[in-house]
């Protein structure tokens, strides 16, 4: 049998340092995980629909900063107090929504979003849902309709006929330059938009 002796010989000044720099690593990975806290943001848009009632409260709104659609949760009385007997039509959100969870695509309402309506001072026939779009197409999706498009740089969303956008994807396949241009106005009953 063979005894083999391990012996350590580091010095005192050397251990100190080993210790130091185990704990020195510690303290970054747990506060760099501990550091993430979930956003809170400001939102605005034209009203879709919304339910008020169950343990899925919502409400779906076209976001006017990048043009899709969004659902933020909230708790029932909150629902009613915000929207409880306006009826459905013309009708804008706005408040403050959070994140569930750091890492999450699910935003909860934070206090009670303010319901709305616009009244309009120019004509019937150019509303505010139309919109200037143009720039470079780089994503297209042929079953939803979405693109996203480049304009100087910045990318945007927005949701398209889907058999325009599937014209638009199958030419980026070819590695073809695709890009959108013109009046675009949202329809309401095909939830997406069309040009005018």
């Given amino acids: 049998m063979l ?10 000044s050397k251990q100190l340092f080993l210790i130091c720099r185990f704990l020195w690593l510690f303290v970054l990975f747990s506060t760099s995980g501990s550091a993430k806290e979930r956003k809170v943001i400001r939102f ?15 409400f779906r709104f076209l976001d006017a900063t990048n043009l899709r659609e969004r659902t933020i949760l909230c708790d029932p009385e909150t629902m009613s107090l915000s929207f409880g007997n306006k009826t459905k039509g013309n009708l ?45 197409v780089v994503e ?3 079953s939803t309709g979405q693109i ?6 910045r990318r945007f969303y927005i949701t398209i006929d889907p058999m325009d956008a599937k014209e638009m994807a199958e030419a980026l396949s070819q590695m073809k330059t695709v890009t959108i241009d013109g009046e675009y106005r949202y329809d309401r009953i095909k939830r997406y938009y069309v040009k005018d």
């Fill in 92 to 136: 804008y959100v706005e408040g403050k929504a959070a994140q569930s969870s750091p890492t999450s695509d699910q935003w909860l309402c934070v206090g009670k979003p303010h319901v709305f309506q616009k009244y309009q001072v120019t004509s019937q026939a150019r509303q505010a849902q139309t919109k200037t779009i143009q720039g470079q």
């Fill in 148 to 153: 996203v498009y480049l304009v100087r740089g």
């Fill in 140 to 142: 297209a999706d042929p």
């Fill in 44 to 58: 605005s848009g034209e009203l879709i629909s919304w339910e008020s009632v169950g343990e899925n409260s919502h």
């Fill in 3 to 12: 005894n083999v002796e391990f012996r350590m010989s580091l010095t005192r």
